[in-house]
């Protein structure tokens, strides 16, 4: 298998040469620590060799920090409208929708995966809940060795859904519904198809409906749209930019990774998303009590708790993305009301790059 066919298979499984971003071409600031800030990310963007990256942090009042480092394409500098993909980031906003129709009463958390798709093993014991709360048991589709091979056959290719969730059924469960936690992006998918089963219309529309429009998240798409706008995606190796990925069709990610849009969207994002406004104030309720620990996944995203399409990282909530050239975060901290947003357009031997960044940012606070 070439080299990028093996990155992009690890890339969904976590689902050249340029100089490092020295420091943020441009930053706006309403806080004393816009030195700190830029500093403290420059230094650890530049250490990990990443090519570009965006940053915004919002608190109640408004925008605190902008900045954007180094290259969204090698050569062409990253600005404000600078679209990355959000990879798994996207499962908040697919989990939103279904409980928002959880709030219309069109869906029940504790129905079976089975009511709304067919063919799921072991559907009528795996609940809606349990997908979200990533404990079905479910394999996960981009850990199947065969997806390798058939992205490096044609990543532009627009899969069917059936494709992605026969590369999970096709493997033996890892354990009962509800006995512990593992993160699966199978889970997202299937949330992704009881979306469509209810609504009649596929997940990412009802997203662009839903959140898209009533947030005016003018830059969010269901993947990259528009060349001018769009970062390239790249491997880091030992602080240097290996290659350049291809982009991939956002099909091969689906409900579970295939939006994108800018840091400053992602930040309005995590703002409702943490504070639980596009749904009931019982139903954000009861999505924060179901946070649990993630012991028992070793492989699982840098959280310390996971509920409903939702993970918990030093009391912050919200969450991160990483594949396939692009990581990113969104982290909301009720206390004080900020938001933290991050981009970068870059994976490699960091999975847990922007969560890292993200508690190098936290002591200037």
């Known amino acids: 298998m070439s080299l990028v066919a093996g990155t992009l298979a690890l890339g969904i499984a976590l689902a050249g040469c340029a100089a490092a971003p020295e420091s943020a ?14 500093d403290t990310i420059s230094k ?11 940053v915004v942090i919002t608190g109640a009042k408004g925008e605190e920090y902008s900045g954007n480092f180094g290259d969204a394409v090698i050569d062409d500098p990253t600005t404000d409208a600078t679209r990355f993909a959000y990879r798994s980031i996207t499962k908040a906003f697919t989990g939103t929708v ?10 029940k958390l504790d129905d079976p995966v ?21 404990r079905s048991g479910l394999a996960n589709y981009s850990s199947n060795p065969k997806l390798g091979e058939m992205l490096s056959k044609d990543p532009s290719r627009e899969p069917a859904v059936s494709e992605l969730l026969d590369l999970s059924f096709s493997e033996p469960a890892n354990f009962r519904p509800g006995e512990k936690y593992e993160y699966s992006n199978t889970n997202t998918l ?7 089963k209810v609504t009649g219309k596929p997940w990412q529309d009802e997203v662009k409906s839903r959140i898209e429009t009533s947030l005016k998240l003018s830059s969010v798409e269901y993947g990259f749209t528009d060349p001018n706008l769009d970062a390239t995606g790249y491997e880091v190796a030992n602080g240097k930019v290996v290659e350049a990925l291809p982009v991939v069709a956002p099909g091969w990610l689906g409900a579970a990774g295939a939006l994108t849009g800018t840091a400053s969207d992602l930040a309005t994002w995590g703002r409702a998303l943490g504070s639980g406004s596009l749904i009931d104030k019982a139903t954000q309720q009861e999505r924060l009590d179901q946070f649990g620990s993630t012991e028992d ?3 699982s995203p ?6 409903f399409t939702m993970g918990e990282i030093d009391g912050w909530v919200g969450h991160t993305g990483t594949g396939l050239g692009f990581q990113g975060l969104v982290m909301y901290d009720a206390k004080s009301e900020r938001v933290i947003a991050i981009l970068v357009n870059a994976t490699g031997e960091d999975p847990d790059l922007p969560a890292h960044l993200f508690k190098e940012i936290l002591p200037l606070y």
């Open 297 to 299: 996944d070793p492989k």
């Open 302 to 307: 840098e959280y310390d708790r996971y509920g």
């Open 98 to 107: 279904i409980l928002q129709l959880v709030d219309e009463g069109k869906v």
């Open 44 to 54: 650890f963007l530049k250490k990990a060799g990443v090519p570009g990256a965006s």
């Open 25 to 38: 071409t441009q930053t706006t600031a309403a806080t004393p620590s816009e030195k700190q800030l830029t």
């Open 114 to 134: 089975s009511k709304y798709v067919d063919g799921v093993p072991n559907g009528e014991n795996i609940t809606i809940r349990e997908l979200g709360n990533m």
């Open 190 to 196: 299937l949330l992704g198809e009881v979306i469509e």
